[in-house]
């Protein structure tokens, strides 16, 4: 009777999974995923965004409990007010009505526009006011809300055409106003003809600039304004037609900085100004270009950021030298266009001009010490120009790194190697206090010491600015805090800095799997967990949202806190609680796990006043969600999105480990269909690039692919996916691909569920799949994504999106040859598949697009054509200016179709589409598509 109910169960879980439907091609577009999440300060009222891949998302608005307070279709950049009292969000234009405006090629102006919602939490009123183009909230204060918005002109009846006589007047073109709003009361000012703004944070006053009036040619009603919300005055205080931008208050609000250029309209060189307002009735000219300590020859920077130090004593610019322009009066026709490559410029013409913009906009870190106004101190130059300061910018000294003489190394290595100095901002005096640096150099927060890694010694260094000493901080550990997997010809990169205790007594450092609190003078290293033995990596992370992406870590080792924990080896991922206090307060457990889940969290964030966090849970199983905590145990489901995922045949993923033929321990995720059957037979892809396997519990979403393997796609329709982790020996990145991906498959292939084989892989992933062709025939069909085949040609090729030579892929980094083409010619012809190409017995797909600005097209020609001259099965596809990897939706819904219609016939043996019989020709391009279902 038992074995009668067993067999009855089994029987009806697979009838149940034979019932589900795979996935097709009509599901991506409302496929939904996880956007913007926002929690009070009180962590009592949490909103979030549900966005489908394409079409119209929605806002909700939650309590801690899971009670729906409020949803909003098509919210875009939500925001609670700074007394949690109001949530404010623009709304998008309907998806449809954009596309369709689109189809209809309606210019900028005529567009749909944003409108904005706000609403009242208490009172539950939803106030919507259309046409606005963006809206500010004060950081400290809640009662005010700036917005901008187009006011229509009135739509006058028609007139009768027959009498009117000349032409039709032109359509007056819309008032952009600005509207102050009281939160809490409704519309309280307008303001017309507005195109900037800014809104201090304390929310007190208000910055605008008004366009003149049309029949004002001097510009008298233009220019300036500023707003105090108290006694609701306005005041002029700039006038004249110009450029007026980067507005900044100081702390208290009281004193504003900005730039101004009065300068002709067509002038070529601006005459940028900074201007200052402190409270009277206008502005005056706090620096200009003939403001002593200005260098001769240089100005003010229109493109130069503002900033007042916390404390309010000193307020930084930007100078820069005066450029030269260009000679109107030149016939243009009769001038060569010309780029001229020089061996000794710090960098390649091509690096050159895909930087101009940045390079014509560089300005230089000055400063003015508001107590002794009447001189700029230069900081930076020419020489000296990557300058850092703390956040608060109180303290006497930054730090300035400079590369200058040492910039065309870059061409073959990676990073600059850099000399660090301290420079004043009470004098400018420059002190060098460190050579020949190659890593990252950094302040701590409150600019009582500087730090850095040196990737060539593989340690951090302090110095502390008080005593003028240098102590390597990270030598007396034990234990390395340099990547310990790297496998590139290169000094490893670090684990990172957690950040620094409050007075900047102790900085916390990461080896790979534990912390570090280590004081700033060298004296005293204590772990704070113990995460080596059992391959446990340990991180702390602020979760609480910052004002500014720029803000430190500061760790208080006296309060309790929260870690991140990862099991290498499981893939799982945990919380822990620490506490560093001793004493009777101490708890029994310092140190204690939370929790350990199959899942994978991210998006993690606390509440400002509370303990309460929400984050983003998911697996591959399991769609991500929202999620909230008060102790990162007991949980809230807060959302729940993709419910039509439980009518599709998903799949399963799990750990598989195999043993490569020169005995190396190797590892890989393989994803099954759901209703996978031991007794059938499975084609199975492999899917690459180096290591994947940390991502054992990531969802994979079905969505149109940029030219990756869209795993879960694949899986719903009957494949089995490998994806393994690939470790590299330096010189033989080809033979170390060979070691892994072929081993793993010929491990997979003795089950007997295995069926065919085939191999993709984008990029680095391509090269990996070009070159497994050529050594093996154990593949019944390939996909290349962007490879490179050639190596000696690539090696002296252009990354077209930087502009950057290849040099130091081949030589430093991914592509691990480890050596200059003519030092070990020999490794770069090995691990060249080009050379190869008689032997491929193996169907294959390229996808190389003629804007790739990573891999240079050519390498897929070169490919391509090899295979044609040889007469071998392959195809190449060109998405016509799109990039390295697909962005145009268009195209990425385009290559999926055909990777699907690839694999399904050479592994499933399904009749071969259109175009992989006989392509589609020219003079059909964009009638045919070749899919066959035309």
Known sequence: MKRSIYALLLFGSIVSYAQKKPLDHSVYDGWQSIGNTGVSKKGDKIFFQVTPQEGDGILYLKTDKNETLFTLPRASNPKFSSDDAHLVSLISPLYAETRKARIDKKKREDMPKDSLAIYSISTKNLTKIPQVKSYQLAE??????????????????????????????????????????????????????????????????????????????????????????????????????????????????????????????????????????????????????????????????????????????????????????????????????????HWKDDYLQTQQLVNLRRDLSKSYLSVVNMKSPDKVIALGDEKLSDIRNTEDANNEFVVATTDFGRRIETQWQTGSVVDVYLVSTVDGSRKLIAEKVRGMVSLSPEGKNVIWYDRSKGHYFNYNIASGKTVNLTEQLGVSVADEDNDSPDDPNSYGIAGWTTGDEKVWINDR????????????????????????????????????????????????????????????????????????????????????????????????????????????????????????????QLSDINLQQKDYNWGTAELYHWTTPTGKAATGVLYKPADFDPNKTYPIIAYFYEKVSDGLYKYNAPAPTPSRLNISFFVSN???????????????????????????????????????????????????????????????????????????????????????????????????????????????????????????????????????????????????????????????????????????????????????????????GKPAAPWIEKGVPATLKGIDWGFGDE
């Not at 001769?296 to 404390?311: E, Q």
């Not at 592509?815 to 490794?827: D, F, Q, Y």
């Open 140 to 341: 400290e204060d809640g009662k005010y809300l700036v917005y901008l918005y187009d006011e229509l002109p009135e739509k006058k009846p028609a007139a009768d055409t027959a009498k009117a006589k000349g032409p039709a007047p032109r359509p007056k073109k819309p008032s952009t106003n600005l509207v102050v709003y009281h939160l809490g009361v409704g519309k309280d000012t307008v303001f017309q003809q507005v195109e900037s703004y800014d809104l201090d944070k304390k929310g007190r006053s208000l910055v605008f600039v008004r366009k003149p009036q049309e029949k004002d040619s001097v510009g008298k009603t233009g220019g300036v304004f500023r707003y105090d919300f108290a006694t609701k005055t306005l005041t002029q205080i700039t006038s004249g037609k110009g450029t007026f931008k980067g507005f900044t208050f100081d702390e208290s609000s009281n004193n504003l900085a900005y730039l101004g250029d009065l300068s002709p309209e067509k002038a070529q060189i601006k005459d940028f100004k900074v201007y200052l307002h402190t409270g009277k009735d206008t502005s005056k000219v706090f620096v200009s270009a003939k403001t002593p300590g200005v260098p001769t020859n240089w100005y003010v920077s229109g493109d130069g950021n503002l900033k007042f130090s916390k404390n309010g004593e000193k307020l930084f610019l930007g100078l820069a030298p005066v450029p030269r322009v260009k000679d109107t009066t030149l016939v243009e026709f009769e001038h060569a266009k010309v780029d001229i490559w």
């Open 513 to 636: 799997y534990d912390i570090w609190s280590i004081k700033a003078d060298g004296t005293q290293a204590t772990k704070i967990t113990n995460g080596r033995e059992q391959k446990i990596t340990f991180r702390y992370e602020d979760w609480k949202e910052r004002k500014s992406r720029f803000a430190p870590t500061v760790i208080d080792e006296k309060s309790p806190m929260v870690l991140t924990a990862f099991n290498n080896e499981t893939k799982e991922a945990g919380f822990y609680s620490l506490t560093l206090q001793t004493g009777k307060k101490a708890p029994k457990e310092p140190f204690k796990a939370l929790r350990w889940a199959k899942n994978s969290f991210s998006n993690i964030k606390e509440a400002k006043d509370a303990k309460v966090y929400v984050y983003v849970k998911e697996r591959y199983e399991e769609s991500p969600n929202v999620y909230l905590s008060k102790d990162l145990v007991n949980e809230v």
């Open 718 to 908: 009957g494949y089995v996916v490998f994806t393994p982790d690939i470790s590299y020996t330096i010189g033989y990145p080809g033979k170390s691909a060979e070691e892994y991906i072929n081993s793993g498959m010929a491990s997979l292939k003795q089950n007997k569920w295995a069926g065919k084989l085939a191999i993709q892989g984008q990029s680095w992933g391509g090269y990996q799949v070009a070159h497994l062709i050529t050594v093996t025939d154990m593949y019944d069909a390939a996909w290349a994504g962007a490879p490179v085949v050639n190596m000696t040609s690539a090696y002296g090729g252009i990354r077209w999106g930087t502009g950057m030579n290849r040099q130091f892929q081949y030589e430093r980094t991914q592509s691990r040859i480890g050596a200059t083409l003519w030092e070990k010619p020999e490794l770069y012809i090995e691990n060249s598949p080009l050379f190869r190409m008689p032997n491929v017995k193996t169907p294959v797909v390229i996808m190389h697009n003629d804007q790739d600005g990573a891999v240079p097209w050519y390498q897929g020609i070169e490919m391509f054509t090899a295979l044609r001259r040889l007469q071998k099965p392959v195809w190449m596809l060109n998405y016509n200016g799109d990039d390295h990897n697909l962005v145009q939706r268009q195209n990425r819904k385009d290559i999926q179709r055909r990777q699907l219609q690839f694999f399904d016939h050479f592994l499933k």
